[in-house]
Nanobody, 116 residues
Framework: QVQLVESGGGLVQPGGSLRLSCAASGFTFSRYHMRWYRQAPGKERELVAAITSSSGSTNYADSVKGRFTISTDNAKNTVYLQMNTLKPEDTAVYYC?????????WGKGTLVTVSS
């Protein structure tokens, strides 16, 4: 059974940091590209960061470049999103996504609230 379980969300003040984790099971983690998306209230889901399975190359949305870092630990079947210098506009539910040809899996999300 495929599972993606996000954790690490919460309430943080502007300028603070959080690290999100997404633990994967039920599929061959190392063969999947991993992505973090977010969805703010009243807005569409947007891609925040991505990392490829083969080369480990990364891509980021312009709004988070220089502040967020995506990484994977294949030994733990886990993908991380380190978020620094958080802003109120980063407030959203963050979702983990695993994708390969013919398959795409989603977690249920973790809420990040940036507020003073």
């Amino acid at each position: 059974q495929v599972q993606l379980v996000e954790s690490g969300g919460g309430l943080v003040q502007p300028g603070g940091s959080l690290r999100l984790s997404c633990a994967a099971s039920g599929f061959t983690f190392s063969r999947y590209h991993m992505r973090w998306y977010r969805q703010a209230p009243g807005k569409e889901r947007e891609l925040v960061a991505a990392i490829t399975s083969s080369s480990g190359s990364t891509n980021y949305a312009d709004s988070v470049k220089g502040r967020f870092t995506i990484s994977t630990d294949n030994a733990k079947n886990t993908v991380y999103l380190q978020m620094n210098t958080l802003k109120p506009e980063d407030t959203a539910v963050y979702y983990c996504n695993a994708v390969t040809v013919g398959a795409s899996y989603w977690g249920k999300g973790t809420l990040v609230t940036v507020s003073s």
